[in-house]
């Protein structure tokens, strides 16, 4: 069983830029493809980004592409969403997702993954 612990969030203002964290444990995450999603107040939960087992592949959402970078330290079995130039729409709720059961490829898609942080709150102000 592997457990993840999302960190980082909080409030910054629009154009400003937050780091956020998602340590698993339990096992290692080193051939997962690790993905982070968001879900904002009246909205279903959307992708925003993942990467590879390897870390070599990523795959962005278009709302965030060019804006967020998305990395990991398989040393700390540690998923990173680094987030630049933040606007109010950005503001949600953001989960780290672990797909145990793939290729170790990124995808978009919920389904593909199989353990989820609990999340933690990202607010941009205007």
């Known amino acids: 069983q592997v457990q993840l612990a999302e960190s980082g969030g909080g409030l910054v203002q629009t154009g400003g830029s937050l780091r956020l964290s998602c340590a698993a444990s339990g096992r290692t995450v080193s051939s997962y493809a690790l993905g982070w999603f968001r879900q904002a107040p009246g909205k279903e939960r959307e992708f925003v980004a993942a990467v590879s087992w390897s870390g070599t592949s990523t795959y962005y959402a278009d709302s965030v592409k060019g804006r967020f970078a998305v990395s990991r330290d398989t040393a700390k079995n540690t998923i990173y969403l680094q987030m630049n130039s933040l606007n109010p729409d950005d503001k949600a709720v953001y989960y780290c997702?672990?797909?145990?059961?793939?290729?170790?490829?990124?995808?978009?898609?919920?389904?593909?993954?199989?353990?989820w942080g609990q999340g933690t709150q990202v607010t941009v102000s205007s």
């Open positions: 997702a672990a797909d145990r059961t793939g290729s170790g490829w990124p995808g978009a898609m919920e389904s593909q993954y199989d353990y």
